[in-house]
């Protein structure tokens, strides 16, 4: 969850005053404060899914002259529109939270010519994967991570700032001959996952290549009644997309011998549990970036962290919390039933009249995942 104020998080539980912001910014800027020009906000919400490569989206709903020209505000041709969501306190002083910048993707307007204008937009990442390579490019073996991250993502996005809160890039070197035939987006999404990491944009512009955070306190509790945000919620439980094991195997056309490694739910207490009566139900993951037995289990076990979980699902609509991201834990109140769980996918409304949306999946009791043998 991004950090906000207890006052923030307090004013969310009672009768407060929300507002909204849209700015087209017509430069490449990073940051919660960007220069630009405010647009009116008629309707619209902002998606972050953790499981989309482009991981937030933007609905917009806005008044003005529909463009046509290369010079208009809202022409998709690389203009970017930063918006954020705030809490205006008794003083008329107002916290925001980001929601991030978007790149303009589709303009149009049902009611011409003085309808609303409804625009679509993507993070940056969108630029990422649209920004294939026209040839091959190679990186020799004692390249760092870093190195190939910032050459990548600098070619498109020169202003860019590229983030490692929990690696030094600079010092990891990749260990074999890496060709990236095309598409750079898949390859830098690939790298990161080799080295046990997640590759998104966040709510400041910034590249980050992390550590999925571990589920452990929640962040936030999601509760009806007197104080309560909770509006309502539905449950299901599927077995579809659960896995309980996950064999990571790097391999290569050199003379780099081939690493593999399983991780697994050893968690007995767990119902995914790897020798319990779910059974075994393993997911395979192939890379040559994975050069080591140490990157064979650190990927394993980060794959695994992503698909494993209790077998339930949870969404729920809620007072909006705009603060609230994918991965994020929470403790959802039900009247027969607490769950902890985690987001991954939010909707955050971007007018007072509707509410936060969000899908979560329960892993409470996961506890332990360990490397095993077949």
């Known amino acids: 969850m991004r950090d906000v104020s207890a006052a923030f998080l307090a004013a969310l539980r009672g009768s407060h005053t929300m507002r909204c912001e849209a700015y087209v910014c017509t430069t490449y800027q990073n940051g919660v404060s960007p220069d630009g020009v405010e647009i009116p906000i008629i309707d619209g919400d902002v998606i972050h899914d953790g499981k989309a490569d482009v991981r937030s989206t933007l609905d917009l709903a806005t ?7 290369v010079g208009d505000l809202l022409v998709p041709y690389g203009n970017e529109i930063f918006v954020r969501r705030g809490v205006e306190f008794g003083d008329r002083s107002t916290e925001w939270v980001s929601q991030g910048y978007f790149r303009i993707e589709t303009v149009s307007q049902r009611d011409v010519p003085t309808g609303a204008i409804t625009v679509t937009a993507s993070d ?9 390579l026209t040839s091959p490019r190679q990186y020799v073996h004692d390249t760092t991570v870093k190195a190939v991250f910032e050459d990548l993502i600098f070619e498109v996005y020169p202003g860019a700032v590229i983030e490692f809160p929990d690696m030094t890039a600079d010092a990891v070197t990749i260990n074999r001959r890496l060709v990236c035939e095309e598409d750079r987006y898949e390859f830098l999404r690939d ?7 997640n590759f998104y944009v966040d709510h400041r512009g910034h590249f980050v290549v992390r550590r999925p955070p571990a589920a452990t306190e929640a962040l936030w509790t999601v509760n009806g009644g007197e104080g309560g945000v909770l509006v309502e919620a539905s449950r299901e439980i599927s077995r579809r997309g659960v896995y309980n094991g996950v064999v990571a195997t790097g391999e290569g056309a050199d003379d780099v011998d081939p690493v ?20 075994k139900v393993p997911r395979f993951y192939s890379s040559p970036m994975i050069t080591t037995l140490t990157q064979a289990r650190t990927a394993a076990r980060k794959i695994l962290q992503d698909n494993l979980g209790l077998p339930y699902s949870l969404d729920f609509t809620a007072i909006p919390n705009p603060a609230l991201e994918p991965d994020d834990p929470v403790e959802v109140r039900l009247p027969d039933q607490t769950y902890v769980h985690t987001i991954e996918k939010v909707t955050v409304p971007l007018v007072a009249s509707a509410p936060l949306t969000a899908q979560t999946k329960d892993v409470t009791l996961v506890q332990r995942i360990e490397e095993a043998s077949a």
């Open 63 to 69: 008044l003005g002259d529909f463009p046509y020209k």
């Open 124 to 132: 940056r990442m969108a630029g990422i994967i649209d920004g294939r």
């Open 191 to 197: 790298l990161a996952a080799s080295h046990g990491r």
């Open 260 to 279: 593999r490694s399983l991780a697994v739910d050893n968690d007995e207490r767990s119902p995914t549990y790897w020798l319990g009566p779910f059974g």
